[in-house]
């Protein structure tokens, strides 16, 4: 299984990305997926996360400037990230929870990260 994220880049202030993230591989069933991220010097935190069933949860930071969402027939999530702020920028890391196959239980995976950087 492996996770393929893309869309990050150089943005100014109040600017807009759209980040994506597809799963491919042995698939049998996706959870949660979520959007992460990781500032210099800072730990990694939770920006976004999308059940199965649509339901999302955000960081407070994000609220009313981010969107999640998820095209469960392609296995893919995506992040709308409006009003972009300088401290947004961060690598950006898209995780999945992941059956293989009905006989084994759920797995989280990571994409490789992808550099968001909000400047003018």
């Known amino acids: 299984v492996q996770l393929q994220a893309s869309g990050g880049g150089l943005v100014q202030p109040g600017g807009s990305l759209r980040l994506s993230c597809a799963a491919s591989?042995?698939?049998?069933?996706?959870?949660?997926m979520g959007w992460y991220r990781q500032a210099p010097g800072k730990q990694r935190e939770l920006v976004a996360i999308?059940?199965?069933?649509?339901?999302?949860n955000y960081a407070d930071s994000v609220k009313g400037r981010f969107t999640i969402s998820r095209y469960n027939a392609k296995n893919t999530v995506y992040l709308l990230m409006n009003s972009l702020k300088p401290e947004d920028t961060a690598v950006y890391y898209c995780?999945?929870?992941?059956?293989?196959?009905?006989?084994?239980?759920?797995?989280?995976?990571w994409g490789q990260g992808t550099q968001v950087t909000v400047s003018s």
């Open positions: 999308i059940s199965a069933g649509g339901s999302t």
């Open positions: 995780n999945a929870d992941i059956r293989a196959d009905p006989s084994v239980d759920y797995a989280g995976y």
């Open positions: 591989g042995n698939i049998f069933s996706i959870n949660d």
